[in-house]
């Protein structure tokens, strides 16, 4: 199958790049600037582009089979107007320019796997979160609906729309992980705020055999819960960390008005959080490998 990614040079993407690569898919990734040192493994090539911007690169379009969209800037940041308009503008222009070019391929066999977020569902406490759950209010979650939105455009012309809701993507090479390993290594880890709240995670390894199993299963279509079965509290997550790291905690927790002083809006997603499920995918059988925090941590940090 031919597969045209975008924002697949990002560690997520890099890492899903490699798995469809080895199973024999031929990959496309779409990149604002190809740089000479950047290499990507036998099948995948790049294309360049920016995608929120109508341009030459939604020609190259329609020779593809399945899409994936990944793309969108962090938002692990403090949030400034300016940086919710890029935040936003990233994802929704992003997916509007592809489905446009996807166009092209309307009574072909096309399948658009377009990443979502948990953040879709708001803040809900202790309540479970399945794919049937409706969305909140608060900016991500009026993101997250306006950003499926844009990728279910596609569906008027025929293409199956599976809308990725991803969990914190645990990997070894950048996202929230690696933030929240540098205060551990001096000693400087702690919970934040009450430490009740949830987290829905997912291991990098696990969210790309997602994708490949979502690929093979043509069936399964609309939003996915991408997130292990065992979503955690912060005050947990501390704990394992710390042990995994051999960095105990020993500090107090960091209040919720200073996190909310650095912040700002953020800081109510560290502070708050979803429990999600992934109940379609359990459903439809899907095989975690890495089911809890502590199997994904101690794989994340073997030497």
Request: hydrophobic share 40%.
């Amino acid at each position: 199958m031919k597969i045209f990614i975008t924002g697949g040079s990002g560690f997520v993407g890099t890492t899903l790049t490699r798995e469809l690569t080895d199973r024999g898919h031929k990959v496309t990734v779409l990149t604002r600037t190809i740089k000479g040192e950047r290499t990507l493994p036998a099948g995948a090539s790049f294309l360049e582009g920016d995608p929120t911007k109508s341009g030459r690169w939604q020609d190259h379009v329609a020779d593809h089979d399945a899409f994936i969209n990944l793309a969108g800037a962090s938002i692990f940041s403090k949030w400034t107007e300016e940086r919710k308009k890029e935040i936003r503008e990233s994802r929704i222009l992003t997916t509007k320019n592809l489905v446009q070019a996807m166009a092209e391929r309307q009574g072909k066999e096309t399948h658009l796997l377009s990443t979502s977020a948990v953040g879709y569902y708001g803040f809900h406490g202790d309540e479970f979160l399945d794919e049937t759950s409706l969305a909140g209010t608060d900016f991500l979650a009026s993101l997250a609906a306006d950003w499926e939105t844009a990728a279910r455009y596609a569906e008027q012309f025929g293409t199956r729309v599976v809308l990725c809701r991803f969990g914190v993507v645990l990997g070894r090479r950048g996202g929230a992980l690696e933030k929240m390993a540098s205060a551990f290594k001096y000693w400087m880890g702690s919970s934040l705020g009450s430490g009740k709240q949830w987290l829905s995670w997912i291991h990098e390894l696990d969210l790309a055999r997602i994708f490949l199993f979502l690929l093979d299963h043509k069936d399964m279509k609309g939003p996915i819960n991408c997130t292990a079965p065992q979503p955690v509290r912060n005050r947990e997550l501390t704990d394992i960390l710390g042990k995994v790291l051999g960095k105990p905690t020993f500090l107090p927790p960091v209040t919720s008005f200073f996190v909310k002083m650095i912040l700002g809006e953020f800081g109510n997603v560290l502070l708050k959080g979803q429990r999600v499920i992934p109940d379609k995918l359990l459903k439809n059988g899907f095989i975690f490998q890495f089911f809890t925090m502590e199997e994904a941590l101690k794989d994340l940090f073997r030497k």
